[in-house]
Structure formats: C-alpha cells, structure tokens
C-alpha cells in the first residue's frame, strides 16, 4: 500500500527533475548561442519562458524531494508491522548474530 501510495510522488519526481534539467539545459546553451551569434531578442526570450519552466520543474523536484525523503525517515522510525514479538533476553536476534549473546557476553561485540 505504501508504495502505491509513493509511486506517483516518484514519477513527479523523476518527470520534474527531467523538465528541470531539460528546460536549464535550454535556458544557458539558448543564451551562449545568443551571446555568440549577438542575437539579444534570443536571450531575453529565452529568459522569460524557459526559465519559468525551468524554476517550475525544480520547485516541484524539491517538493517532491522533501515527500519521499520524510516518508522514508518515519518508515525507519516506525515498527515493523508484523506479528514477531522483540526477542527476550538470551534468545538469539539478527542483531548480535543469533549466538544468545548480547555485545557484552563474548558475542560478535567485542571484535
């Protein structure tokens, strides 16, 4: 359910971030041209419709951005959503390598 719910925040994302890098790339090598060519219609053109698009495709990269990275950030936080209950002490866990011992019983801790 959560990546469905994501999945959409992805493609802005990935969409944006193409429009952004496409329109800038417009935007500057337009302008060289213009600087190059001395042609001024060309670069105030190009500063007055790509770069709005430009600016657009950044703002919703960042927005977009800031969604998945938080999302990401309370997923960590949060408990697993399963049945498992945590392992009570002397019982093996994935964290100190399923031996039963903790960091400071001779487990894998003292390397």
Known sequence: MKSVVLRP????????????LLSGAV??????????????GWITALSGSASSVAFTGSALCACCAFVLQY???????????????????????????GSGQGPTSGGRGDR
């Open 9 to 20: 925040v992805w493609f802005l994302f990935w969409a944006s971030l193409a429009v952004f």
């Open 71 to 97: 999302t990401s950030r309370v997923r960590a936080q949060r408990p697993e959503d399963s049945d498992a209950t945590p392992p009570e002490d002397g019982e093996p866990s994935e964290h100190d390598g």
């Open 27 to 40: 935007v500057v090598f337009g302008q060289l041209a213009g600087v190059l060519l001395v042609q001024p």
